[in-house]
């Protein structure tokens, strides 16, 4: 998915993935940043950033239906002439309880977005005078423009499910990003778009002792390519061991450690704490592609961190004694 940032750890990133599942967790708010710094080997290491907040909304319309919403940015930087991505999203979301612990959820995503770079940082072969490289030598290379702004349309749906009395769960769901093919060319045409991608993904958590968890994770995103029969695609599975070592409601406190693998590009370590309303995932790229002979396997760290925010709710009124 070139065009779009995508991290490891995607199940920690929900609105990467689905603006359906805005909303969906356990509490009343949730605070996520992402940080991914990846190929550091490289001459110019790309950089992502990601930070969003969501909360269960107080206006319900029935006891089964809950509604979400969100904001979210994004940052990207990338190479010598730093092209950057930057994105403000607001998020939607309306999940419905369907039958005893199975809930299904749309959602969508409306996304601002800017894309721009530094030509002055950029050399060309014109720069060459015969000799030795002039940085002062003029250059005839011309951009109609160095920045430009586009809005994306996003939707998706989620399906949950969890066996009653156990930790197990299983999540999954279908998302189409840039349903509208906003334009984005730095020489106004039209015709470049970007193409939408098709996300699909599933996630499970399954108890498999009294202190222990196995958790399973896939995802497979598809982009086509423009102007010939190429596409883009990025297949990731993996899995994880938990151990609890605090069961108490609102002070848990547990640790994982897995392994994830994107087919054809890098096999990605991970570890993860919660310690009640924070959760902190690390992981690192170790890259087994073709380009490992620049980056020398080092593909690059990524950071997640969570923060839940869940109101006290006041005692019902009631009255102690009869009243006579």
């Known amino acids: 998915t070139a065009q779009d940032i995508h991290f490891s750890q995607f199940y920690n990133a929900p609105f990467t993935i689905n603006p359906a599942l805005t909303g969906l967790f356990k509490g009343d708010q949730r605070l996520t940043t992402h940080y991914r710094n990846q190929w550091a080997s490289v001459p110019v290491p790309y950089l992502t950033f990601s930070g969003a907040w969501d909360q269960k909304l107080p206006l319900q319309l029935s006891e089964a239906t809950t509604l979400g919403g969100g904001l979210r940015f994004n940052f990207d930087r990338a190479g010598d002439g730093e092209y950057q991505i930057a994105q403000l999203g607001l998020l939607t979301s309306v999940t419905q309880q369907l039958a005893d612990h199975f809930y299904a959820g749309v959602g969508a995503q409306l996304t601002f977005g800017q894309r721009r770079f530094a030509p002055e940082k950029l050399t060309f072969a014109e720069q060459w005078n015969g000799d030795v490289f002039d940085p002062n030598r003029p250059v005839t290379e011309n951009f109609d423009q160095t920045a430009f702004g586009m809005v994306s349309i996003s939707a998706g749906l989620n399906l949950n499910f969890s066996v009653p009395g156990t930790r197990t769960r299983i999540n999954g769901g279908i998302a189409f990003y840039h349903l509208n093919q906003p334009a984005e060319s730095f020489f106004s045409n039209p015709r470049v778009v970007l193409p939408r ?59 994982l450690a897995g392994l994830n693998f994107r087919v054809g590009d890098a096999v990605i370590p991970t570890v993860e704490m919660q310690y009640q309303s924070w959760h902190v995932g690390l992981s690192y790229d170790v890259n087994i592609s073709a380009f490992e002979v620049a980056t020398g396997g080092q593909g690059g760290p990524e950071v997640f961190v969570s923060y839940i925010i869940t109101q006290v709710k006041p005692p019902e009124v009631f009255k102690a004694c009869p009243v006579f």
């Open 197 to 255: 991608r098709n996300t699909q993904y599933l996630s499970g958590n399954f108890q498999t002792g009294p202190k222990t968890d196995l958790r399973v994770v896939a995802l497979w995103s598809f982009m086509d390519g423009q102007f010939s029969n190429a596409s883009f695609r990025e297949v990731v599975g993996g899995v994880g061991f938990r151990y609890h070592l605090n069961l108490t409601e609102g002070a848990e406190i547990n640790a």
